[in-house]
């Protein structure tokens, strides 16, 4: 519904004043109209009204970036406050329309709320009653009207009250309805001549005066034709639709201007009558005469000639429309064979430069591994320059090649293995004719290091301690990291003690002979008749190794150190953990007595031939309560009790938590072993 905002006390007064001018102001058609009305009709007027019209609130946005509130949801205060806020901006710009009126200064502002424009402005007129409106009209012509539709001017034009003045000003004429015409509609249907007559122009009106002015004798005129017939005749013929030039001062002139502002004060007089316009207009001698009966055949060969002439116009401008589309086609054709050459272009140097990286890094990968055989060959040099160093004192250690031990072991065939460890595998191979063993290292990456120094240092130890309780070094290959060692045809102390496939158990009396063989290869790693000691590190039953005839070997020295080199405590444990001194496991440095307590547990295996985990313990609650004979190993028949006991006192004192509690190995373990098995002085030989 159409809501007037302001309103004037005397509105109801003034209603019955036809001399008041109303024009409906919005964008830019509305400014040609105001200037046009400032000139031809403001001027005479008694009141101007400038009228705009704005659609009903809605929604209410939320100017802090939220969902927009419906209108039925606001409060009333916030709406009457956007109302408010909606109408001070509003005015604001009908402030620049009112400034065209350079010549009133009094002219009122009315802003009307409403869905439709033309509906809104058609109910304000007939409600307020006043006689003169007017609109900026559009430029169409009647093809663009035919495919835009009806706008606002053209509507008000139809349904405009019969009692009201409209004049619609577009860019190039002025659509006049007078009070009591019939409007006229633009179709395009309609007859080309009549709408040609519907859109008469200034210019076609004054060749047709000059006619009237030059024959004399057409200008005689009965006086019963000037009367309202004749005028609705004329009427008929040119809808009062008077087309003006917009530029009024320059198309009408003073005399035009004067004739619109006579219209207005006829107008003012409330009894407006077409007799009385052609009356006016009849005053000055080019009207005074002229019957609008015929229609002049040039009109319709101008209009012909305007209308093809719009028509060429529109073809032109669609040719230039279609050139201009052409040409974008080709740009977006070209640019777009630009942008696939250029993706091709960037594809192949991207393919380029991928080849490039991994050519790259197949190179950094080749000097790496150059590198890295550079590196390894500088260490075998040097490994080899320090193993040929050791072997120049021994004639008996030979320096195998990487293909002997290869073709020896079958190129370390699973058939040839005859053990493992944890550093390594041990093969049973034969090499000049000879029975050997060959022990390879774990050649890990994470223990390469760790690998070499240990087959270093156990090259170094057997090349430096010969005794025959230690295992014959025969060979080494640095290239495999292989130990060839005698071939020891019996296996490990271990297997033997748990009877490794089958074999049988070892003999009570064989059994004291290995403790003491032990014994006396520590003594000798531990100084007796060698000017440098060293300290197994990892002495247990599987590092003594049996002969055919069950003589025992210590193998496996490559953890082992030289005591001279003991130098701070270590931080990685060296050992087997059953068999690791538990004063080293504290302190972190080995001694001597480490290698005594490892005995100490070697020798209750053999006594006992169980697994070392609490066997401690085992053997004293034994020993303590009586029951010795019955933790002794099972699988031997009969053992000599007093011996064996005497040699498990004496293996629980090596075993003692303390090292500075345990036995010398020299001077006291290997001494009271004497006594016990009743045997010669054996270690001098």
């Excluded at 009653?129 to 009209?137: E, I, S």
């Excluded at 073709?407 to 005859?418: E, G, L, R, V």
Aim: charged share 25%; net charge negative.
């Amino acid at each position: 519904m159409a809501t007037a905002v302001h309103w004037s006390s005397n509105d109801t007064d003034q209603k019955k004043d036809n001399s008041i001018v109303v024009v409906a102001v919005s964008g830019r058609r509305s400014r040609r109209a105001l200037r046009w009305a400032s000139v031809n009709l403001i001027p005479h007027a008694s009141r101007v009204i400038l009228i705009h019209v704005i659609p009903p609130i809605s929604i209410i946005p939320n100017f802090d970036g939220g969902d927009k509130t419906p209108m039925n949801e606001a409060g009333l205060d916030t709406l009457r406050l956007i109302k408010e806020n909606r109408l001070v901006n509003v005015r604001k710009n009908l402030g620049l329309f009112r400034n065209l009126c350079q010549t009133r200064r009094d002219v009122e502002m009315e802003v009307l709320e409403g869905e439709d424009p033309a509906v809104e402005v058609l109910r304000y007129v007939a409600i307020s009653g006043f006689k003169n409106l007017v609109l900026g009209a559009s430029t169409f012509t009647w093809l663009t009207k035919t495919i835009k539709g009806m706008d606002v001017p053209n509507t008000v034009l139809k349904s405009i009250p019969e009692s009201c003045n409209l004049f619609a000003v577009s860019r190039w004429k002025v659509i006049c309805k007078l009070a009591g015409q019939k409007p006229f509609v633009t179709d395009p249907s309609s007859d080309i001549r009549k709408a040609r007559l519907n859109i008469f122009t200034q210019k076609e009106r004054n060749r047709t005066l000059d006619e009237q002015e030059t024959n004399p004798s057409s200008l005689e005129m009965d006086s019963g034709k000037s009367s309202l017939s004749e005028w609705s005749q004329l009427n008929r013929l040119t809808s009062l639709d008077s087309v003006v030039s917009t530029d009024s001062n320059d198309a009408y002139g003073p005399a035009h201007s004067h004739r619109i502002s006579d219209l207005g004060i006829l107008m003012t007089g409330g009894q407006f009558h077409p007799n009385n316009l052609h009356q006016k207009w009849g005053e000055e001698p080019r009207f005074r005469s002229r019957s609008m009966d015929v229609i002049p055949s040039d009109l319709v060969e101008v209009s012909q000639d305007d209308i093809n002439w719009e028509l060429e116009k529109l073809r032109l401008e669609l040719k230039v429309t279609s050139t201009k589309y052409n040409h974008a086609c080709k740009e977006l054709i070209v640019a777009k064979n630009k942008i696939e050459t250029l993706s091709v272009q960037r594809s192949e140097e991207a393919t380029k430069a991928r080849i490039a990286m991994e050519r790259e890094e197949e190179l950094k990968k080749i000097a790496e591994e150059e590198r890295s055989k550079n590196i390894e060959a500088m260490k075998e040099i040097k490994e080899t320059k320090r193993l040929l160093a050791l072997f120049s004192g021994d004639e008996n250690c030979k320096l195998y090649s990487k293909d002997e031990i290869i073709a020896a072991t079958d190129d370390f065939s699973d058939s040839k293995k005859i053990g493992s460890g944890g550093y390594g595998n041990v093969y049973g191979c034969i090499l000049d004719d000879t029975p050997v063993a060959i022990k390879v290292l774990h050649d890990h990456d994470a223990e390469v290091s760790n690998g070499n120094d240990q087959f270093l240092r156990e090259v170094e130890v057997l090349t430096k301690l010969k005794h025959p309780c230690m295992v014959t070094l025969v060979g080494v290959c640095p290239g495999t990291q292989s130990l060839v060692y005698e071939y020891m045809e019996n296996g490990s102390l271990e297997d033997r003690l748990f009877c490794k496939d089958n074999t049988p158990p070892l003999s009570w009396s064989t059994r004291f002979d290995i403790t003491y063989e032990v014994a006396c290869g520590l003594a000798f790693l531990h100084g007796q008749d060698n000017p440098d000691p060293v300290v197994h590190c990892d002495m247990k039953p599987s590092n003594i190794l049996l002969d055919r005839n069950n003589h025992s070997k210590i193998s496996d020295v490559g953890i082992s150190r030289f005591v001279s080199q003991m130098g701070a405590a270590d931080t990685v444990m060296r050992g087997s953990m059953y068999y690791l001194d538990p004063e080293y496991h504290r302190t972190g440095r080995l001694r001597p007595e480490s290698d005594i307590y490892a005995l100490g547990m070697t020798m209750l295996q053999v006594l006992t031939a169980r697994h070392p985990l609490r066997l401690l313990v085992e053997v004293e609650n034994a020993l303590s309560d009586g029951s010795f004979c019955e933790i002794l190993d099972s699988s031997l028949p009969w053992w000599p009790l007093e011996e064996a006991e005497k040699l498990a006192h004496l293996a629980l004192r090596c075993s003692n938590l303390k090292g500075s509690d345990r036995p010398d190995l020299i001077s006291e373990v290997i001494p009271e072993l004497e006594q016990i098995f009743n045997l010669p002085h054996y270690c001098n030989h």
